[in-house]
């Protein structure tokens, strides 16, 4: 993408904000991926000044987006999607590596550190009326990921109880 195009894509982005100022997004980012992987995950701090629910995603880079949660069962790691994310009034709500995240899946290609990818929530608020929230993520480097999230995001990972 060219130093211009990636300007007026930002611009583009800030403007969608502005005209929803209810719901920010800060430091938005995505875990890069290598060239056989199909899914991968963004994160950001979400907070909603009235209030409302993250109810979905999309994103012109994958196939399916979903809203998921990731948390230990015992000794499992499990994911599964999720029907919405609360984002209680004036808190910001993190999408983290090992909790909740937006899940990109069926990538139509790698996404390499320091590309801009699009997202575009969508936002419940309380009177039901959806709105769209774009954002420009940056993709981080695999090694850039915090201690013990290196390893993907696949459903079902066993967590070794004994490191520390």
């Given amino acids: 993408m060219t130093t211009a195009k990636l300007l007026v894509a930002l611009t583009l982005a800030g403007a969608s904000l502005a005209t929803f100022a ?3 997004v800060a430091d938005p980012w995505i875990r ?3 060239a056989q992987q199909k899914a991968t995950g963004m994160f950001a701090k979400i907070t909603s000044t009235a209030g409302a629910k993250l109810v ?3 994103s012109p880079v994958a196939g399916i987006v979903e809203v ?3 948390k230990m069962e015992g000794d499992r790691m499990t ?3 999720v029907p919405a994310l ?3 009034a004036g808190k910001a709500v993190e999408l983290k590596p090992g909790g909740y995240h937006v899940m990109l899946m069926a990538l139509k290609q790698p996404l390499k550190a320091g590309e801009k990818v699009a997202v575009t929530l969508v936002v419940e ?3 039901g009326k959806r709105e769209n929230v774009e954002v420009q993520a940056e993709v981080r480097a695999l090694g850039n990921q915090p201690a013990g999230m290196q390893g993907g995001m696949q459903g079902g ?3 070794d109880p004994h490191k520390h």
């Fill in 22 to 24: 209810q719901t920010t």
């Fill in 32 to 34: 890069g991926t290598v």
């Fill in 79 to 81: 994911m599964a999607a």
């Fill in 68 to 70: 998921h949660e990731m």
């Fill in 86 to 88: 609360d984002l209680p």
């Fill in 56 to 58: 979905g995603a999309s």
């Fill in 125 to 127: 608020g309380k009177d």
């Fill in 157 to 159: 990972m066993k967590a």
